[in-house]
């Protein structure tokens, strides 16, 4: 396997441009505005979202449509059309939602989750996608009906969260910002509503976020990531139909989450494996690295492969704690 030979902050922007939804979000929002079809069943939406707000309802449903009386519609209806557009392949409703109620600034999730379902099962009217069920227990899924260029269908089945930097990461200066080369600015406080602008341990932040990490490769060559306890214990329970089809659909997740961890180990060794992981912090000021499919802080096999790309040799470890 050979190396990759750009640049490493060339290959960070590569990296951001191909899997950021920031970026892809652009692409998509160019597509669609490009298609005075689609163009006509986004002004649809927006009279759907309208008409569908104007309405009275019971107490806390008012309560919660109050507060998207303050958002622009046009923009919103954009969102729902981009949001599903990443639906080629089937979708959970709940996902779905829980992805379009970051946009709508909700101070209680749940309150903010529940909304943008109910969206989306008004926006399903302009017939740009479809909410259905497989089966009587089955999860409610979406599916996106628009097609768009070659191109853009790969980056959004490349699309996930981002893998860690092959460079040295942006320095960051205050409560808002990023590690990342072209994603935007975000809060560095982990948590709905807890961001401040009081004094936060940036120094620690960008300490930790520019040590050189490397992955295992003779231990990804060695061992197989297997099935987390939790899920294997669940296999092992399952008994009635209920259970069975929740269990294939964790199955399937967790099949997707491996295939796509993968990848990105690939990618990694490729792009001279050394990367670096950013960080936040909690409203307690714990730190956290900021990675899914490669973290040191995930399950025990993740944690495993990850190591210092610096190595150094520890002394004065008690003997009791020596191998072999």
Not at 66 to 81: C, K
Not at 116 to 139: N, R, W
């Amino acid at each position: 396997m050979r190396p990759i030979t750009m640049l490493p902050r060339d290959l960070q922007r590569a990296n951001e441009y191909r899997f950021a939804r920031s970026a892809i979000d652009r692409y998509i929002r160019l597509e669609i505005e490009s298609e005075p079809l689609l163009m006509e069943r986004h002004a649809q939406a927006v009279e759907l979202l309208s008409t569908w707000l104007d309405q009275d309802w019971y107490a806390s449903k008012q309560a919660r449509l109050d507060q998207l009386r303050e958002l622009d519609l046009e923009r919103l209806a954009m969102d729902v059309f981009v949001a599903s557009a990443y639906c080629q392949t089937p979708e959970t409703l709940v996902s779905i939602s829980a992805k379009l109620a970051s946009k709508l600034h909700f101070s209680d999730k749940p309150d903010g989750v529940k909304t943008a379902a109910e969206i989306l099962a008004v926006v399903c009217a302009t017939d740009v996608y479809d909410i259905f069920k497989v089966s009587k227990h089955g999860g409610t899924l979406v599916k996106s009906k628009l097609g768009f260029s070659d191109r853009l269908m790969s980056y959004i089945a490349n699309s996930r969260y981002l893998p860690p930097l092959v460079c040295e990461p942006n320095w960051v200066r205050d409560n808002r910002d990023s590690a990342y080369l072209t994603v935007p600015k975000d809060s560095l406080i982990l948590g709905k509503g807890n961001h401040h602008e009081g004094d936060i341990s940036l120094d620690i932040i960008n300490l930790q976020n520019q040590i050189p990490l490397k992955l295992s490769l003779e231990m990804l060559c060695t061992l197989d990531e297997t099935k987390p306890s939790k899920l294997e214990q669940a296999e092992l329970e399952a008994r009635d139909d209920v259970t069975a089809q929740e269990l294939r659909e964790r199955l399937e997740q967790w099949e997707l989450f491996r295939n796509e961890s993968y990848e990105l180990y690939k990618l990694m060794a490729m792009q001279h494996n050394r990367f670096f992981l950013s960080h936040k912090v909690d409203k307690r000021g714990r730190l956290y690295p900021q990675g899914y499919h490669i973290s040191y802080a995930g399950t025990s096999f993740k944690k495993a492969i990850v190591e210092l790309y610096e190595e150094e040799m520890v002394e004065g470890v008690p003997r009791e704690y020596l191998l072999g």
